[in-house]
DNA sequence: TAAAGTGCACTCAGAAGGAG
DNA sequence: CTCCTTCTGAGTGCACTTTA
C-alpha cells in the first residue's frame, strides 16, 4: 500500500512538472507554479506583478488565460492528467463522491505536505471530469467528482445540510440526515457534511460549529460532553 | 488587436478597544 | 476572559482605457 502511495507521490510531482513543461513561456509557468503554490508558498498576484514587473491585474489576466489553454489541452489529453483523474475519482468514489484537498491529497499519497496538496488541487483544477469547490468561510477547499455533484451543486447540497441541522436544533445522525435529505447514500451525505465549515460532528453526530456539543472549545464544554456522554443529561439554558 | 494598466467596489481577516 | 463591534489594509474581480 505504501508502495503505491510512494509511487503516486512521484507521478503526481512528475506530473506536474510535465504538465508547466507544456507552457512555453518562462514568465507564464512562473505565474501558475507561484499561484497554485507548486514549489514554494502561494503568492498573491501583486508579489507575482512585483516580481515580473507587471501590474496585480496584469497577472490575474494571464493566470486566467493559462488555466483556460491548460484546460483545453487537458481535454485532449494533457500528459498524466487523464491517468490521475481516474485514480483521483477512484479514491473520490470510495470517500463519497466528494472530499476536501487535504483529504484526498493525503489518501492519494499519505503526505500531508502543503505542496502535495498544491499538486492535487493543480490537477483537479485541469481535469475536466473534476470540480473544485474553492475556499471560502463556509466551505473547504474540495474536489467533487463533477458527473455527481458541480460546483454549483456541492454548494447548495451543503447548505441543505446545514440548513436542515440548524433546523432540527441539536446534532444529527448521518442516518438521520439522509432519512431527511434526497441523497442517494450516507457516504455522500457525510462527504457534503465534511467540506463545510459550519459543521462539525463528534462520534458521527453532526452539528454546527459554534454548538458545544459537536465542537468543544473549553474545558467547560468538554466535561459537558463526557457527563453527557455517561448518560447524565443536562440542559444549556440557551 | 492583443497586451497591459487604471479605477473602483467588494470581501475578508485580523487588530484594537470597550462592555459584561 | 470572552464576546462583540468597529476599523483598516490586503487581496481580488470586473469594466473600462491606453499603448504598442
Excluded at 35 to 47: A, I, P, V
Excluded at 73 to 84: I, K, T, Y
Amino acid at each position: 500500500m505504501s508502495e503505491t502511495a510512494e509511487a503516486t507521490m512521484t507521478d503526481l510531482r512528475t506530473a506536474v512538472n510535465d504538465i508547466l513543461s507544456t507552457i512555453d513561456r518562462e514568465r507564464e509557468r512562473e505565474i501558475i507554479s507561484r499561484r497554485f503554490g507548486l514549489h514554494d508558498r502561494k503568492e498573491t498576484l501583486e508579489q507575482i506583478g512585483e516580481l515580473l514587473g507587471i501590474t496585480r491585474e496584469r497577472v490575474r489576466q494571464l493566470e486566467k488565460a493559462i488555466l483556460i489553454r491548460l484546460k483545453i489541452a487537458a481535454e485532449d489529453g494533457l500528459p498524466h492528467v487523464q491517468q490521475l483523474e481516474k485514480q483521483f475519482i477512484r479514491h473520490l468514489h470510495e470517500m463519497g463522491r466528494v472530499a476536501k484537498v487535504s483529504d484526498l491529497a493525503q489518501r492519494v499519497s499519505k503526505d500531508n505536505s502543503e505542496r502535495n496538496r498544491a499538486h492535487v488541487a493543480f490537477v483537479a483544477e485541469l481535469a475536466p471530469n473534476l470540480a473544485v469547490i474553492d475556499e471560502n468561510d463556509h466551505y473547504h477547499h474540495s474536489v467533487a467528482i463533477k458527473d455527481h455533484v458541480d460546483e454549483k451543486k456541492a454548494r447548495s447540497h451543503v447548505d441543505e445540510i446545514v440548513k436542515t441541522v440548524k433546523k432540527h436544533g441539536e446534532p444529527l445522525s448521518i442516518e438521520q440526515l439522509h432519512d431527511q435529505l434526497d441523497h442517494e447514500h450516507p457516504d455522500h451525505v457525510r462527504a457534503l457534511a465534511s467540506i463545510s465549515k459550519n459543521l462539525a460532528h463528534l462520534k458521527d453526530k453532526w452539528g454546527l460549529t459554534k454548538w458545544p456539543t459537536v465542537n468543544p472549545k473549553n474545558i467547560r464544554d468538554k466535561i459537558y460532553v463526557i457527563l453527557q456522554d455517561n448518560g447524565k443529561p443536562m440542559h444549556f439554558s440557551e
